[in-house]
């Protein structure tokens, strides 16, 4: 009687099973990988920012230690991370049209970044492909493509239950966020375990260990959006208490930046929470509880700012971190012909893409190069800089893509956000998933809020997740 024949496994030109975990994967266990290889490639981002602030600026500056390139190492770990996550969906060949086609405006959108960074590379001296300008910021081309691997790499993501884990660590890392920015708020905190603290017209200002309260807005009303859906909608006990205790914490400091990302988001996730409990308070029987939470946070930031005087601090803040903290920003005088009211928010943000407008004009296509935006202007201001109103960012995503790294990305950039806004009212009108609400809210939220802030190593990739979230497809199905 003839043996049975052994169960063999698929490999790649006669190699060991081993060597094959690729092909041999199931989709548990895709899911499990991706699941741990973001969760620790986040965790990595927020760890090494808050090394970053921990140890104080100054001490790191004295040392001569470049401080501002450690969030974007750890960028790039989680960007090869993203981008690993998306070659085996791509072997495995589980990808479908619509994240076909997202992965396509990605490839076209890389194309004219690197013809852009070519173009800078020959031209400016101290310039890197990692880097960007030596004196920028550190977002040179590869660490944008690091941001564009993550999109790709969480679109792949085809169980609803890995992005409801990855979401758990964004509302750990926020409420520890919450914790440092509340420490924050102690005079003598600042001064010995932050880099430079935000105090602008006697009032101290959270940032976080993101580097900024505008980053720190953009960030908590990611967040703030994901724990309420999840507070109302969320069936697991454990992740249901975890997005209701970062209610309350996330909506005050939200607020409490005193930026105009700030209050537009609070206003925005009071009107989205309002608009669901009142819709489906019968049929969904939704509990009253996060509406509570979400207006006990606001209204307690609301009464701190006002007692000790509201105003949006959008100006001082912008050059307090371009300039204080990372001597990317020439210093603010109100003597130079060109200059403004600092703390008119409508004078600041017309000064800043007035001048991405005119460099537009001079370079459409091809840009100044990634993260050269100050360039220019150092060629036409004083030899001492520092008291020229140089800036490096234009705080306007779209005008900043579209200045330096020409118009082409600039159309591209905004064709994935409206591209991943449109999958994720589809993926929600298709499966009812908070996971699917949540995320469209925020990409939404964020093609409002890009006209009003730039891309920071520290927040700017949990962005480009959500958005690659929005093109998910999922399904239970081994």
């Not at 548990?28 to 927020?46: T, W």
């Not at 912008?318 to 200059?339: E, M, P, V």
């Not at 806004?421 to 925020?442: D, E, H, P, R, T």
Request: glycine fraction near 6%; charge should be positive.
């Amino acid at each position: 009687m003839a043996s049975a024949p052994k169960k063999t496994h698929k490999t790649i030109f006669g190699t060991t099973e081993k060597s094959n975990f690729i092909l041999n994967m199931t989709n548990n266990g895709f899911n499990k990988f991706a699941a741990i290889a973001f969760s620790a490639g986040f965790l990595l981002i927020f760890i090494l920012s808050a090394v970053t602030e921990f140890f104080s600026l100054r001490e790191l500056t004295e040392k001569n230690y470049d401080w501002r390139i450690i969030p974007s190492i750890a960028l790039g770990i989680t960007g090869i991370a993203g981008i690993s996550i998306f070659i085996i969906a791509l072997i495995k060949q589980t990808l479908d049209k619509k994240q076909i086609a997202a992965a396509v405006i990605a490839l076209i959108m890389t194309v004219f970044m690197y013809i852009s960074y070519i173009n800078a590379y020959a031209l400016v001296k101290d310039y890197s492909a990692f880097l960007g300008y030596r004196n920028g910021r550190y977002e040179g081309f590869l660490v944008h493509l690091c941001y564009l691997f993550i999109f790709l790499g969480s679109l792949t993501i085809n169980k609803e239950n890995t992005v409801k884990k990855i979401f758990s660590v964004f509302l750990i890392i926020m409420l520890l966020e919450s914790v440092w920015s509340a420490l924050q708020f102690i005079p003598s905190f600042p001064d010995h375990y932050s880099s430079i603290p935000y105090l602008i017209k006697n009032q101290l200002l959270p940032s976080g260990t993101t580097g900024s309260p505008a980053f720190l807005a953009t960030l908590f009303s990611i967040g703030l959006l994901i724990a309420v859906f999840g507070a109302f909608y969320e069936k697991t006990k454990l992740l249901s208490v975890l997005c209701k205790l970062s209610i309350v914490p996330l909506s005050f400091i939200l607020f409490k930046t005193q930026t105009l990302i700030g209050v537009f988001s609070s206003a925005l996730t009071i009107v989205l929470a309002v608009f669901l409990f009142v819709r489906n308070k019968k049929q969904d029987k939704l509990s009253s509880t996060p509406l509570v939470l979400l207006l006990t946070g606001t209204i307690a930031s609301l009464a701190f700012v006002f007692i000790r005087g509201f105003a949006l601090l959008d100006g001082p803040i912008i050059w307090h971190d371009g300039c204080k903290r990372l001597a990317a920003f020439g210093q603010y005088t109100a003597k130079l012909d060109n200059s403004f009211d600092i703390h008119s928010i409508k004078e600041s943000y017309a000064f800043m893409w007035n001048k991405a407008i005119e460099f537009i004009g001079k370079f459409p296509i091809t840009g100044l190069g990634p993260d050269a935006f100050a360039i220019p202007q150092l060629d036409t201001v004083k030899p001492d800089f520092k008291l020229a109103m140089t800036i490096d960012r234009p705080y306007n995503e779209y005008l900043f893509y579209a200045a330096t790294l020409g118009i082409p990305s600039a159309l591209a950039f905004a064709s994935i956000l409206i591209y991943s806004a449109v999958n994720g009212a589809k993926a929600f009108k298709k499966n009812k998933s908070w996971i699917s609400l949540a995320a469209v809210s925020i990409s939404i939220m964020y093609i409002i809020t890009a006209a009003v802030t730039n891309s920071t190593a520290t927040v700017t990739p949990f962005v480009w997740f959500i958005l690659g979230t929005c093109c998910c497809s999922f399904t239970e199905k081994e």
